[in-house]
């Protein structure tokens, strides 16, 4: 089974249809090369359905076709072999952790372990952080305190800074999504730090 992907859509579009064509399967295919410009073809079948006789594509798959293609087998491949973790993490029963006092308390914990886990020195920390209220509460105070390992806490205003950081997340997001449709998976932060690194210029 295949699942095609609506071009009318904007793949990033929370909207977007999709449809099942149960006519293509690729476990009959003994090779990658073919799987794709069976896949291609059907694609292009479907698209000349919509378009009127003046639009519709003829002749050789093009590269683009090609690339689509590879696409929609990706997908389906990792909706296959992913299954049951794609419905936990659609399951209307998977429940948002609140980000509360003690939960921020607890990651920032776990952050500094972790830090100190990699470093043979004996480091302590700098905290800096906006002004929401789960990070100027009561826990949190009453654990930077007792943790021993903070240095100095420091309070920014609300919002301040957020405009250069939003920036730099964008540029990081397409570097990675890039990345991602050169044919490359990122499952890990290491496998993260490398599409950065190859794919983004100027993000330290």
Same mark, same amino acid.
């Given at each position: ?14 909207? &977007? ?10 476990? /009959? ?14 694609? /292009?079948? $479907?698209?000349?359905? /919509? ?17 689509? &293609? ?15 973790? $794609? ?19 607890? $990651? ?59 920036? #730099?997340? &964008? ?16 499952? #890990? ?16």
């Amino acid at each position: 089974m295949v699942t095609v992907s609506d071009d009318n859509t904007d793949d990033e579009s929370k909207n &977007a249809s999709t449809q099942t064509i149960s006519c293509i399967d690729i476990q /009959r295919y003994r090779s990658l090369e073919k799987a794709i410009r069976v896949t291609a073809y059907v694609l /292009r079948f $479907i698209q000349n359905l /919509r378009n009127s006789k003046d639009k519709r594509s003829i002749g050789f798959i093009s590269v683009e076709e090609r690339c689509k &293609a590879l696409k929609v087998l990706i997908v389906t491949v990792q909706q296959e072999t992913f299954k049951d973790e $794609i419905e936990s993490l659609n399951s209307s029963s998977q429940k948002k952790v609140p980000l509360d006092s003690q939960v921020t308390a607890s $990651i920032i914990q776990d952050v500094m372990d972790k830090i100190r886990e990699i470093n043979t020195t004996d480091i302590k920390f700098h905290v800096w952080s906006d002004n929401a209220g789960c990070y100027k509460s009561t826990e949190m105070l009453s654990f930077l305190f007792h943790s021993g390992l903070t240095l100095s806490y420091d309070f920014c205003e609300s919002q301040n800074g957020k405009g250069p950081c939003d920036r #730099t997340a &964008a540029t990081i997001k397409s570097s990675i999504r890039r990345y991602v449709n050169q044919g490359h998976d990122v499952l #890990t932060a290491q496998s993260m730090k490398k599409a950065i690194d190859k794919s983004a210029k100027n993000v330290k």
